[in-house]
């Protein structure tokens, strides 16, 4: 019960339950239509998706500072890889809330004459740049960690990973045969396999950062669908909403799970 009082207190943690239901009533919307429901069952569905959508923009007024302290903070990290992108990421952020406060404002009558239909592009175009900055810091802390992996159980050398390693080896054997061979074909499957392993040996344990990889790679495909360069669907984006707002609750739940800048 206590864990619920500490959760529920957050505005944070209902804008991730509002947004569930919200990719929830999506999927589920989509399911009913293909299943041949009721013109007025999926018009309920569609309009309690609506009323989350709205409620969760609710919510988020406010957010951009918020995003701007996080730049802030990020600006003194030390490594410089890490500090732009989670600098630049935080800083599209505050605009993606920005451009989702002025909806707000449009869909409530406050701002009566605003373009929904630009606005909402633009933040989706701010958001869908936060998520591939996201991606990309979680690609360079895999590979960071891969090489240090590597590096303890004498994997790689300083200059190179194990497929390196090993292709300097086949480089070496065939300048020692007078060149006449070629490596066999069974050493790069192996070697992608053994880098396989290191990276789920990586990920199995560093769980914040598999639970961010895997909520980077749900999101990105819901501006890629409504910016229309990657179409896949209401299901499907339904689907990895909710996936991704669930993550973002075990998240809020278990604090240790949250990946640190």
């Known amino acids: 019960m206590d864990s619920w009082v500490r959760f529920s207190s957050q505005s944070q943690a209902k804008e991730r339950l509002f947004r569930a239901a919200q990719y929830a009533c999506a999927l589920l919307g989509y399911t009913l239509h293909r299943g041949g429901a009721s013109a007025e069952l999926l018009a309920k569905v569609?309009?309690?998706e609506a009323h989350m959508s709205?409620?969760?923009k609710l919510f988020r007024l406010g957010n951009s500072a918020e995003a701007l302290e996080a730049a802030k903070r990020a600006v003194h990290l030390s490594d410089s890889v890490l500090r732009l992108c989670v600098t630049v990421a935080h800083l599209n952020r505050a605009m993606y809330f920005a451009c989702d406060n002025a909806l707000w404002a449009g869909r409530v009558g406050l701002l009566p004459r605003l373009d929904q239909e630009k606005w909402s592009h633009r933040s989706f175009r701010y958001y869908l740049f936060a998520l591939i900055l996201n991606l990309t810091r979680d690609a360079y802390e895999i590979s960071l960690l891969m090489e240090r992996e590597s590096r303890g159980t004498g994997g790689g050398k300083a200059g190179g990973g194990p497929c390196a390693q090993q292709q300097e080896?086949?480089?070496?054997?065939?300048?020692k045969g007078g060149g006449g061979s070629t490596p066999s074909e069974g050493s790069l499957p192996k070697c992608?396999?053994?880098?396989?392993l290191l990276l789920a040996a990586v990920l199995h344990s560093n769980p914040p950062l598999?639970?961010?990889?895997l909520k980077n790679l749900c999101d990105i495909f819901i501006p890629l669908d409504r910016l229309g360069l990657y179409r896949t669907g209401p299901g499907f984006v339904g689907a990895c909403g909710l996936t991704s707002s669930i993550l973002s609750i075990l998240t809020i739940v278990?604090?240790?799970?949250?990946l640190k800048p």
């Open 169 to 175: 080896n086949g480089e070496a054997g065939l300048v």
């Open 46 to 48: 569609r309009q309690l």
């Open 254 to 258: 278990y604090p240790w799970l949250k």
């Open 210 to 213: 598999l639970l961010d990889l």
């Open 192 to 196: 992608a396999q053994r880098q396989l």
């Open 54 to 56: 709205l409620g969760r």
